[in-house]
Structures are given as structure tokens and as C-alpha cells.
């Protein structure tokens, strides 16, 4: 069973990271290039740590949807055009996560994370 002598390290660190990558989303939309391989590297299968890391995405992109909105610079013509595209590019993405084995994703998502930088 965990104490909380061996809990309390993995907590400050996903806090630090959590505040890490939040800052960094705002600023310029690239927590997941810390998110993912922290999460990796604290021993989270990749297919979890991708999903687990999917949230924060989602939340971002509707607070930015409801911003863009409420200042009616939303330009929903346009969306509609690039809808079909991307929900088919999604669901593309999900298969293929959910078909590679664990490594091979974890490869992918690290050197993914790379590439941001």
C-alpha cells in the first residue's frame, strides 16, 4: 500500500507540470509537448496518457469556441467546411491509437511532443 511519503512526490509533480502546461496552453497551445511525456515518464501507458491528456484539449478548444463567439468573431461558414475533414481525421487517429501496441504509440507520442519544440 502507497504511504504518503511515496504519494506526495507524484503529486507535486503533476501539480507543477499541471500549472506547466496550463501556462503553456495559453500562451502558445503546446502543453501537450510537456503533458505527454511527464505523463510517459511517470509510467502511464501511452494509450492512457494520450486520453488522459485528451481532456485538457477538449476544455481548451470549447473555452475558445465560447470566447470566440462571445465576441462574434466566430466564423461558423467557414467551420462547417472543416468539420467533416477533421471528425474523419479523428476518428482515423483513434483507430490507429487504438490499434498500435503500447510502445510504438509511446514513440509516437514522444517524439510528436519533440517535434512542438
Known sequence: MD???TVVPYVMVLLIA???CGFINTLASSGSAISL???LTLGLPALAANATN???VLFGSLMA???FQKEGKMDWPAAWKIVLPATLGSAA???LAETLHNRQLGLIITAAGFGEW
Open 65 to 67: 469556441l465560447r470566447t
Open 18 to 20: 499541471g500549472i506547466a
Open 54 to 56: 485528451r481532456l485538457p
Open 37 to 39: 511525456p511527464m505523463l
Open 93 to 95: 487517429g483513434v483507430y
Open 3 to 5: 504511504t504518503i511519503a
